[in-house]
């Protein structure tokens, strides 16, 4: 059974801050990794697709990167900005694609003027 | 283009009662996925329809169903209704090829 952890799970950093948010899953055998950002009672908002033949993938300030035989991937956020502040969740599809998404619990992030 | 549009927003349900949540896909998207997400945890994985079939279901009771119609929008129905139903309902529809997945604005489902 797939698990996804990601830690930590809540963190709070000054403005223009470079960081990191880290994603674990137990089965290596995926199809892609989704990172979403998901502000308060919203819904989510794809950021971020990794194929599991890719390695990372880049837009903005964004850049996730995936090991997939080692189970770990990263959201790195460049110069964090207050409007950064939000929960980040990632998640991964196994075999085929076409496959329901399994989540982590998310890490909440705030970033303080 | 329109994003996946979920309805109603807000709902308040009595114990007991039943419920409808509604869900349209992006355009050209074929398969549409429900979940269920409380309170500082990640969403669960409800149901997942491609081209009018179910094509997987979590661990969830009876008391959910779900269908898809011809134009592959889809309802989540929830029998029976009890206070730990209430959460975030989120539908999700996705690219055939890439298989990212887009989120709605999700439906606040409060039992009382």
């Known amino acids: 059974k797939q698990e996804v952890t990601q830690i930590p799970a809540a963190l709070s950093v000054p403005e223009g801050e470079n960081l990191v948010l880290n994603c674990s899953f137990t089965?290596?055998?995926?199809?892609?990794l989704q990172w979403f950002r998901q502000d308060p009672g919203k819904g989510l908002t794809s950021l971020l697709l990794?194929?599991?033949?890719?390695r990372e993938q880049t837009s903005g300030r964004l850049n996730a990167s995936l090991d997939k035989s080692s189970g770990r991937s990263t959201l790195y956020i460049a110069a964090s900005q207050p409007g950064d502040s939000a929960t980040y969740l990632c998640?991964?599809?196994?075999?085929?694609?076409?496959?329901?998404?399994?989540f982590g619990k998310g890490t909440r992030l705030s970033v303080i003027a | 283009d329109a994003g996946v549009t979920q309805s109603p927003t807000h709902l308040i349900k009595t114990r007991g009662q039943h419920v409808t949540l509604r869900c349209s896909p992006i355009?050209?998207?074929?398969?549409v996925s429900w979940y269920q997400q409380v309170l500082g945890q990640g969403p669960q994985f409800i149901f997942q329809?491609?081209?009018?079939?179910?094509?997987g279901r979590g661990n969830f009771p009876d008391r959910f169903s779900a269908r898809q119609f011809p134009n592959y929008s889809s309802e989540l129905n929830v029998n029976a209704l009890l206070l730990g139903d209430s959460a975030l309902y989120l539908c999700?529809?996705?690219?055939?090829?890439?298989?990212?997945?887009?989120f709605g604005q999700g439906t606040r489902l409060t039992v009382v």
């Open positions: 999700a529809s996705s690219h055939t090829g890439t298989y990212e997945a887009f």
């Open positions: 355009s050209g998207h074929k398969s």
């Open positions: 329809y491609y081209e009018k079939e179910e094509r």
């Open positions: 089965d290596s055998a995926i199809y892609n």
């Open positions: 990794i194929q599991s033949s890719q």
């Open positions: 998640a991964v599809a196994r075999n085929s694609g076409n496959t329901p998404l399994v």
